[in-house]
């Protein structure tokens, strides 16, 4: 079966470092998403891309996050520079084109931590 | 405000009861709404949908109601096992653009 990648699972870093996160959708999938999940907290969107085009990126802290989906398959998330709030699991999400295909399929997710 | 509310509290129930969990929503009108199963360290795996038109949907010892008057969904495991064991996470899509909107969740602890 199908599966969303992400890499690197885990990532630990000082503050204002640089990280960066890739994500691969299923194939096929023309929307890919990018959530943070805050631990005891459901995943709150940052970032949703319909092929290459963003579509959503409204609650992405643009002076220090950046996504591009560049030639609409995979995805890079970046942080520059990390804070110690930045701390969560990184949770990249696809799903099928057809509009009736509402399920959105998780990746598992790349935990991040900040010292 | 808009808001999503799962039960906050862990739920904790013996092994083959029945388990129920709640999610409310305000100031939304859904056209669906939908759950996921969430274990420690992973992502969210997609469980049921259901629509706005549809009262209740059944998978296996699943099953889940949707309430638009309420506006409250109920999710339901029946004979639930160990392994059921995980963070329950509703979602909505409020504006039906692909954008989804998550409760906080709710663990459930079963008991053998």
């Known amino acids: 079966e199908a599966e969303v990648a992400q890499s690197p699972r885990y990532k630990i870093t000082e503050k204002s470092q640089a990280v960066a996160f890739w994500c691969d959708p299923i194939?096929?999938?023309?929307?890919l998403y990018w959530y943070r999940q805050i631990l005891g907290q459901g995943p709150e969107l940052l970032v949703q891309?319909?092929?290459?085009?963003?579509?959503?990126d409204s609650q992405l802290p643009k002076d220090r996050f950046s996504a591009e989906r560049l030639k609409g398959v995979d995805s890079t998330l970046k942080i520059q520079p990390a804070e110690l709030g930045d701390s969560a699991m990184y949770l990249c999400?696809?799903?099928?084109?057809?509009?009736?295909?509402?399920?959105?399929?998780f990746g598992p997710g790349t935990r991040l931590l900040v010292l | 405000s808009q808001k999503i509310e799962q039960n906050s509290e862990a739920l904790n129930i013996q092994e083959g009861k029945t388990a129920t969990l709640t999610c409310n929503y305000t100031?939304?009108?859904?056209?669906?709404l939908q759950w996921y199963r969430q274990d420690p360290g992973r992502g969210p795996v997609f469980l049921l949908l259901?629509?706005?038109?549809?009262k209740e949907k059944r998978k296996e010892r699943l099953k889940v109601t949707f309430d638009t008057t309420l506006k409250q969904s109920l999710f339901h495991i029946t004979a639930s096992q160990p392994a059921d064991s995980a963070t329950y996470l509703c979602?909505?899509?409020?504006?039906?653009?692909?954008?989804?909107?998550f409760g906080q969740g709710t663990t459930l602890q079963v008991k053998p």
């Open positions: 999400a696809s799903r099928n084109r057809d509009m009736y295909q509402e399920t959105q399929y």
């Open positions: 194939s096929g999938h023309a929307t």
């Open positions: 891309f319909q092929d290459e085009s963003v579509v959503d």
């Open positions: 100031n939304y009108s859904p056209a669906y």
């Open positions: 259901i629509r706005e038109n549809e």
């Open positions: 979602a909505l899509d409020p504006w039906n653009t692909g954008k989804l909107i």
